[in-house]
């Protein structure tokens, strides 16, 4: 990984560990959001952990790349576990994170040989995989420090993130004022608001990047999770995992997730694509398409626990990445070394590429226009 000079860490750790089962006290109900230092960059910014809980979820967020540094939840005994892959203090998170837990943008996913073009303009980006661009180029919003102001409003709790990136960041046109709202509700649902403006053509995908293992990270792999998601096609990627354009029947492949099935079953199947992804690494094509609200797209389930969570969505796509790039050389918040297949991503989105696959639906922001998109996670046992 790309490292710029001036995030690396002067010695910083956290003031407090992610808890695991029976962890930080939290009063039941929407409490206020509490602050504390968990470390600075060598610039002397200081990034802070936010923690909040409601419903019977906890939720810990870092200042830095609006990180998920924890997410905790009960299993149907009342265990709590931390469901979400993270580390325990910032200087792994600004040196090695494949990002854990983080906000993704201004271009969630790849971008072919990091160009577009718009307005008959070709932009070249930060080249940060191979020869592409991956969520955002070398200094994506994932590795920002977010501005965040806690709320509690009636029954919901929740964090405002706002992080504005300059014109001509990672290559990308246009001022992007970013906005994104964690909301704790009272039923415990994690529910996640984009918005975004900008003051000249540019081209948005804002997603979330946490590493999801039900049974609580450390606890293995995520291969016997139970996995539906709502799609009746996929998007095919070429060895560089970028979509070809095709939009794929899921039918008859690997990639059939229409009925639950658990995640290791097609995992080892000789498909090329599984074979390009190192297992699954690609975009579903929701069927239910570009919605006004956010409407259920896929469930995840460990049957161990019980734990299940539920996705709904007013996004496309889906990008779901079964952790095939972790390796054994990152160790996780709770002591275990992370490897191949320890947690799994459900990135909500709109497809890879899209600013130069015509047919694709479109991602370009002009000047006067919102962005908004919604993600809501809800959790059960
Ligand atoms: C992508 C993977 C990539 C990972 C980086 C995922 O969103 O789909 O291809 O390796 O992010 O951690």
């Given at each position: 990984m790309e490292l710029n000079?001036?995030?690396?860490?002067?010695g910083a750790t956290a003031?407090?560990?992610?808890?695991?089962?029976?962890g930080t006290a939290h009063a039941a109900g929407g409490s206020r959001p509490v602050k504390e230092l968990f470390g600075s960059l060598t610039d002397g910014t200081k990034v802070h952990r936010w923690s909040l809980a409601n419903g019977g979820t906890r939720l810990k967020v870092l200042s830095?790349?609006?990180?998920?540094?924890a997410l905790e939840i009960s299993d149907r005994r009342g265990r709590y576990a931390n469901v979400s892959l993270g580390f325990d203090n910032l200087a792994d998170y600004v040196s090695?994170?494949?990002?854990?837990?983080a906000l993704v943008g201004r271009y969630g996913n790849r971008l072919d040989k990091g160009r577009f073009t718009l307005d008959g303009r070709t932009y070249q980006l930060s080249v940060n995989d191979g020869e592409n661009t991956l969520?955002?180029?070398?200094?994506?919003?994932?590795k920002r420090v977010w501005d965040v102001e806690p709320f509690v409003k009636g029954t919901d709790v929740g964090l405002y993130l706002r992080y504005t990136s300059a014109d001509?960041?990672?290559?990308?046109p246009g001022t992007l004022r970013t906005k994104v709202t964690y909301t704790l509700t009272r039923h415990g649902d994690w529910r996640i608001d984009y918005e975004a403006t900008t003051d000249r053509a540019t081209v948005v995908n804002l997603t979330s990047h946490v590493y999801w293992n039900l049974a609580g990270?450390?606890?293995?792999?995520?291969?016997?999770h139970q996995l539906a998601i709502e799609a009746s096609r996929f998007t095919p990627v070429d060895a560089g995992l970028i979509p070809t354009g095709e939009l794929a029947?899921?039918?008859?492949?690997?990639?059939?997730?229409r009925r639950a099935k658990s995640v290791?079953?097609?995992?080892?199947?000789?498909?090329q694509q599984v074979l390009y992804g190192q297992g699954l690494d690609h975009n579903w094509v929701l069927d239910?398409?570009?919605?006004s609200r956010p409407e259920h797209i896929a469930t995840l389930r460990?049957?161990?626990?019980g734990r299940t969570l539920r996705i709904a969505t007013n996004e496309p796509g889906l990008q779901f990445y079964?952790?095939?790039?972790?390796?054994?050389t990152l160790t996780g918040s709770g002591g275990s070394v992370y490897r191949q297949g320890d947690g799994l991503c459900l990135e909500t989105q709109h497809f890879p590429d899209s600013p130069n696959?015509?047919?694709?639906?479109s991602t370009v922001l002009r000047p006067g226009r919102t962005y908004r998109t919604s993600t809501v996670h809800s959790f059960d046992v």
């Amino acid at each position: 990984m790309e490292l710029n000079r001036r995030t690396v860490i002067a010695g910083a750790t956290a003031a407090g560990i992610a808890a695991g089962a029976g962890g930080t006290a939290h009063a039941a109900g929407g409490s206020r959001p509490v602050k504390e230092l968990f470390g600075s960059l060598t610039d002397g910014t200081k990034v802070h952990r936010w923690s909040l809980a409601n419903g019977g979820t906890r939720l810990k967020v870092l200042s830095y790349g609006g990180i998920v540094q924890a997410l905790e939840i009960s299993d149907r005994r009342g265990r709590y576990a931390n469901v979400s892959l993270g580390f325990d203090n910032l200087a792994d998170y600004v040196s090695s994170s494949p990002y854990f837990g983080a906000l993704v943008g201004r271009y969630g996913n790849r971008l072919d040989k990091g160009r577009f073009t718009l307005d008959g303009r070709t932009y070249q980006l930060s080249v940060n995989d191979g020869e592409n661009t991956l969520h955002g180029g070398a200094q994506g919003f994932d590795k920002r420090v977010w501005d965040v102001e806690p709320f509690v409003k009636g029954t919901d709790v929740g964090l405002y993130l706002r992080y504005t990136s300059a014109d001509g960041e990672m290559g990308f046109p246009g001022t992007l004022r970013t906005k994104v709202t964690y909301t704790l509700t009272r039923h415990g649902d994690w529910r996640i608001d984009y918005e975004a403006t900008t003051d000249r053509a540019t081209v948005v995908n804002l997603t979330s990047h946490v590493y999801w293992n039900l049974a609580g990270e450390s606890s293995g792999t995520v291969y016997d999770h139970q996995l539906a998601i709502e799609a009746s096609r996929f998007t095919p990627v070429d060895a560089g995992l970028i979509p070809t354009g095709e939009l794929a029947r899921v039918a008859g492949t690997p990639f059939d997730f229409r009925r639950a099935k658990s995640v290791g079953e097609d995992i080892r199947v000789p498909h090329q694509q599984v074979l390009y992804g190192q297992g699954l690494d690609h975009n579903w094509v929701l069927d239910k398409g570009i919605t006004s609200r956010p409407e259920h797209i896929a469930t995840l389930r460990d049957p161990s626990s019980g734990r299940t969570l539920r996705i709904a969505t007013n996004e496309p796509g889906l990008q779901f990445y079964s952790g095939n790039f972790l390796d054994g050389t990152l160790t996780g918040s709770g002591g275990s070394v992370y490897r191949q297949g320890d947690g799994l991503c459900l990135e909500t989105q709109h497809f890879p590429d899209s600013p130069n696959q015509p047919a694709f639906p479109s991602t370009v922001l002009r000047p006067g226009r919102t962005y908004r998109t919604s993600t809501v996670h809800s959790f059960d046992v």
